[in-house]
């Protein structure tokens, strides 16, 4: 059954990888937002996620993903995702559609 869900990634300390959730979390939609408030910028992808090898996402600004979701194609899954920030203490808050 779809549903929306939200939340916050706080990233204690910079340079560390920090899982969006632990549990297997089936979406279509992902938007993320790196708050103004933010120190510095944000970067968001697999358990790899780094400052040198993913695309920054500015602070103030937003971010979507669609996943396609078929018989051919896997949905997008949230416990996939993992932030890092370049500031310690900054944030990423996201909300999703799952399926």
């Keep these: 059954m779809a549903g929306i869900i939200h939340g916050r990634v706080t990233v204690a300390s910079a340079g560390t990888a920090v899982r969006f959730t632990t549990v297997p979390t089936p979406i279509k939609y992902l938007l993320l937002d790196?708050?103004?408030?933010?120190?510095?910028?944000?970067?968001?992808?697999?358990?790899?996620?780094?400052?040198?090898?993913?695309?920054?996402?500015?602070?103030?600004t937003t971010r979507?993903?669609?996943?396609?979701?078929?018989?051919?194609?896997?949905?997008?899954?949230?416990?996939?995702?993992?932030?890092?920030?370049?500031?310690?203490?900054?944030?990423i808050n996201y909300l999703a559609i799952t399926i």
């Design 34 to 60: 790196v708050p103004s408030a933010n120190t510095g910028n944000a970067y968001v992808g697999d358990s790899t996620v780094a400052s040198n090898n993913t695309p920054v996402i500015t602070k103030g």
């Design 64 to 91: 979507d993903f669609t996943f396609r979701h078929d018989v051919e194609e896997a949905p997008g899954d949230l416990s996939d995702f993992y932030a890092d920030v370049g500031t310690n203490g900054d944030v």
